[in-house]
């Protein structure tokens, strides 16, 4: 099994800065992608972005050049930094893995964003 624990979360001012990480624990051998979800209220979970170990990343539209992801395969950890936040972006951001696009079975809990003045 797999075990993924986010942090970095918390209640920033609108075009603030947050990094959210995700270290990841367990059967570290199943893990190739590794991404950032989010669900805002009352609207479905959406992808915001993932990488491969290769490095190879791809985002969702609404947060492409605003939000970076990263990783540190030695660390077994994924980052998500995210800048000129919008109160839109405001969601639990959860962390997700697995060894391909189409198979990722793996979550945290999730941590908390409020974008809000």
């Known amino acids: 099994q797999v075990q993924l624990v986010e942090s970095g979360g918390g209640l920033v001012q609108p075009g603030g800065s947050l990094r959210l990480s995700c270290v990841a624990s367990g059967s570290i051998f199943r893990i190739n992608v590794m991404g950032w979800y989010r669900q805002a209220p009352e609207k479905e979970r959406e992808l915001v972005a993932r990488?491969?170990?290769?490095?190879?990343?791809n985002y969702a539209d609404s947060v492409k050049d605003r939000f970076t992801i990263f990783r540190d395969n030695a660390k077994n950890t994924v980052y998500l930094q995210m800048n000129s936040l919008k109160p839109e972006d405001t969601a639990v951001y959860y962390c997700?893995?697995?060894?391909?696009?189409?198979?990722?079975?793996?979550w945290g809990k999730g941590t908390l964003v409020t974008v809000s003045s």
């Open positions: 997700n893995s697995g060894p391909g696009y189409t198979d990722m079975p793996y």
């Open positions: 990488i491969t170990r290769a490095g190879i990343s």
